[in-house]
């Protein structure tokens, strides 16, 4: 029994961006599933709206965590079914990240993919350091983001999360961590998913207008 505290959602969060960017054996990283939607028709945008719908679809198969072996790699002390929703959702942000001709590599992008996760409650983050949502973030905005602003902004996100997730919420490792079918299926959530993936867009993929 695991209770959730900011240190293990940050610690959730690393391993998610970490599997999301080098990949997982048997599913795309990041980079891959990006690549595949840029060879759709269509503006960047409109790549950017099939890829969030393909991710709500698939999510809602049990098949989906079959490639999730790496959770049996956590920390006893990362709930393994928080980690699979947040796998999920970071691996979309950072494919739009991607998508959107950012370096996922980078602290400061990889800050603004975990702001990304806080769906519409990111928005305030996101305007303190000043981003105006809904037109993209330049190279040059996200070079301008110092280590202590980093810092701050992760542990505002941390505490969204923990928040989000219930701070009294006690997992039972011993049910989540085999991986029968229905950890991604059963605990994430389509609406929020939709949500937190229409931030991610016009966060990094500008909106184009005739």
């Known amino acids: 029994m695991a209770a959730l505290t900011e240190s293990t959602i940050h610690q959730a969060l690393d391993w998610a961006y970490?599997?999301?960017v080098n990949g997982v054996p048997g599913l795309d990283s990041a980079v891959e599933l990006a690549a595949e939607y840029?060879?759709?028709?269509g503006t960047l945008y409109d790549q950017a709206n099939a890829l969030i719908r393909w991710q709500i679809a698939k999510c809602a198969t049990s098949g989906?965590?079959?490639?999730l072996g790496g959770l049996m790699t956590l920390p006893v002390a990362i709930p393994a079914n928080i980690t699979s929703v947040l796998y999920v959702q970071v691996r979309m942000i950072a494919a739009l990240a991607h998508l959107g001709g950012h370096d996922i590599k980078d602290d400061r992008v990889k800050t603004l993919v975990y702001t990304a996760l806080c769906g519409n409650a990111?928005?305030?983050v996101l305007k303190e350091i000043g981003v105006k949502v809904g037109t993209k973030v330049t190279q040059k905005m996200i070079q301008s983001i110092s280590?202590?602003?980093i810092i701050s902004i992760n542990k505002t996100v941390g505490f969204r999360l923990l928040t989000k997730f219930?701070?009294?919420?006690v997992i039972n490792l011993g049910k989540a961590i085999p991986l029968v079918g229905g950890i991604v299926g059963g605990t994430v959530d389509g609406?929020?998913?939709?949500?937190?993936?229409?931030v991610?867009?016009?966060?990094f993929i500008a909106q184009q207008t005739a």
């Open 147 to 149: 280590r202590e602003v």
């Open 18 to 20: 970490d599997k999301a």
């Open 64 to 67: 989906f965590v079959t490639g």
């Open 166 to 169: 219930g701070s009294t919420g």
């Open 122 to 124: 990111a928005l305030p």
């Open 200 to 203: 991610a867009r016009d966060l």
């Open 38 to 41: 840029a060879k759709q028709d």
């Open 191 to 198: 609406v929020a998913t939709n949500t937190i993936g229409n």
